[in-house]
T-cell receptor, first 115, second 112 residues
Framework: DTGVSQNPRHKITKRGQNVTFRCDPI?????LYWYRQTLGQGPEFLTY????????KSRLLSDRFSAERPKGSFSTLEIQRTEQGDSAMYLC?????????????FGPGTRLLVL | AQSVTQPDIHITVSEGASLELRCNYS??????LFWYVQSPGQGLQLLLK??????LVQGIKGFEAEFKRSQSSFNLRKPSVHWSDAAEYFC??????????FGPGTRLSVLP
């Protein structure tokens, strides 16, 4: 049972460029989450999917952010027209729902630096 | 809205000493509580979780936590700290989605 994987692990881009991150969840996990973590802070919820449906989006997720999970397996998070304030660690987590009792397992994260 | 506070931003202990990291939560219903650990530049690893039942839960790496409803606390403990325990520790309260909230974290340093 492999864990959650994320690619790339690091991304450096120039302001105004678009970036895309990928997350591969634990197989058969039906929920997939995206979080953002800035230095010295805890992760902040961005969005989550149940299978291919995007069920919730945080107010942190501006119009420049879009996430997809087209076949209910891997997910992508795209940031358009990046800004320096987008520099952060982007974490993905997956879970297998069982009523309300749910445990999220995290990937290693993608660290984004916008110059 | 639920929230989590971790009063200690940074704690330093000597190797072999005992450890207690504090976590207080605010949640309107029965909380689901978690502790995660994050090494520098890495993702989060689950240490332990509480859903219901016995209020003292055991986790990996010799950690345990005790749920105290009257104090809205879920403190993490370890009887003897190892140098490899140096990391950032996050408490979180569930259940899921926007209602899954992390605390700001406590950074643990271990002196040889």
């Amino acid at each position: 049972d492999t864990g959650v994987s994320q690619n790339p692990r690091h991304k450096i881009t120039k302001r105004g460029q678009n970036v895309t991150f990928r997350c591969d969840p634990i197989s058969e996990h039906n929920r997939l989450y995206w979080y953002r973590q800035t230095l010295g802070q805890g992760p902040e919820f961005l969005t989550y999917f149940q299978n291919e449906a995007q069920l919730e989006k945080s107010r942190l997720l501006s119009d420049r952010f879009s996430a997809e999970r087209p076949k209910g397996s891997f997910s992508t998070l795209e940031i358009q027209r990046t800004e320096q304030g987008d520099s952060a660690m982007y974490l993905c987590a997956s879970s297998l729902t069982s009523g309300w009792k749910e445990t999220q397992y995290f990937g290693p994260g993608t660290r984004l630096l916008v110059l | 809205a639920q929230s989590v506070t971790q009063p200690d931003i940074h704690i330093t202990v000597s190797e072999g000493a005992s450890l207690e990291l504090r976590c207080n939560y605010s949640y309107g219903a029965t909380p689901y509580l978690f502790w995660y650990v994050q090494s520098p530049g890495q993702g989060l690893q689950l240490l332990l979780k509480y859903f219901s039942g016995d209020t003292l839960v055991q986790g990996i790496k010799g950690f345990e936590a005790e749920f105290k409803r009257s104090q809205s606390s879920f403190n993490l403990r370890k009887p003897s700290v190892h140098w490899s325990d140096a990391a950032e520790y996050f408490c979180a309260v569930g259940p899921y989605g926007q209602n899954f909230v992390f605390g700001p974290g406590t950074r643990l340093s271990v002196l040889p």
